[in-house]
């Protein structure tokens, strides 16, 4: 008898990715189509394109961060300037007359000067970039001193413990070079200069006999300045650090500002610190 034709027993082949074109095609759970490009070398290896980006690349990538910035001035206030201690602090219109004199040479007291801001970094390599922003400065001082007003006194009136408070409001702008960049440590220096102006100079005193005083000094003086220094941040996560800046400031001499511990002492020693949140 003639013999059966023998089965096909090959093995049906499996269903899975199917190259077309050097794509891969997969069907889903819809049995709807999926692509994903795919290259394929000459040793037979096949590269997947995609947005597989490394970590530190990433970190690396960073461009523009956002800057908020609380830090204030370590300064000593044992400096005096004989030339500051008679000068009537007058009113416009009538100098001669009516004002504060500050009694006696090094009388002043001064408050540590203490400012906030908030302010904007861009880097425009790995290693340069530069910062610019906005600030607030707190100044104050005591001292005891002459009021002179000749429509309420007949003589210059003593007062002690006069206080006298400025308010600045400046802008600042910093060059930074970094020196040790890590994934959680930024070493760098920096130096740049501030642009501020005086909104406010007041002064209030208690006096038994004649009562509080309160008074208002010239304002509108621009105070410029130049600072130097070295600073490190720390990578709390890819989006925040906290970083501390100390540095050497000098401020430039303006006969226009009020007596300060900036025009007594003009080098002094400034002590930054505070937060950066990256974009």
């Not at 523009?64 to 008679?86: C, H, K, M, P, Y």
């Not at 400065?137 to 009021?147: V, W």
């Not at 406010?200 to 005083?213: C, K």
């Not at 490190?232 to 989006?239: A, K, R």
């Amino acid at each position: 008898p003639a013999e059966e034709p023998a089965a096909d027993t090959a093995p049906e082949k499996e269903s899975g990715p199917q190259q077309a074109g050097g794509r891969s095609v997969k069907a889903d759970h819809k049995g709807q189509d999926i692509h994903e490009s795919a290259t394929e070398d000459s040793a037979g290896t096949t590269a997947w394109d995609g947005d597989f980006d490394d970590p530190g690349e990433k970190r690396g990538r960073r461009k523009i961060g956002t800057e908020l910035a609380v830090f204030g001035n370590a300064v000593s206030n044992a400096s005096t300037d004989s030339r500051d201690g008679n000068l009537m602090m007058s009113s416009p219109g009538n100098t001669q007359t009516t004002g504060i004199r500050e009694l006696g040479e090094g009388n002043s007291r001064y408050g540590i000067p203490v400012s906030a801001g908030v302010g904007i970094r861009l880097s425009f390599t790995e290693k340069w970039s530069m910062s610019a922003g906005i600030n607030y400065t707190y100044l104050s001082r005591t001292f005891d001193g002459l009021y002179s007003d000749p429509e309420k006194f007949r003589e210059p009136v003593l007062y002690e413990n006069i206080r006298n408070t400025q308010h600045y409001i400046g802008i600042p702008v910093n060059f930074y070079y970094s020196i040790v960049q890590k994934d959680f440590i930024d070493f760098y220096v920096y130096a740049g200069g501030t642009a501020e102006y005086c909104v406010s100079n007041s002064y209030s005193a208690d006096n038994s006999y004649y009562g509080r005083l309160h008074y208002s000094g010239q304002a509108g003086a621009v105070q410029l300045s130049a600072n130097a220094g070295i600073g490190v941040e720390f990578s709390i996560s890819d989006f925040f650090g906290i970083y501390i800046d100390p540095s050497l400031r000098y401020y430039f001499r303006n006969s226009n500002a009020p007596k300060s511990i900036r025009t007594v002492q003009p080098l002094m020693l400034g002590f930054e610190a505070g937060l950066r949140f990256r974009l």
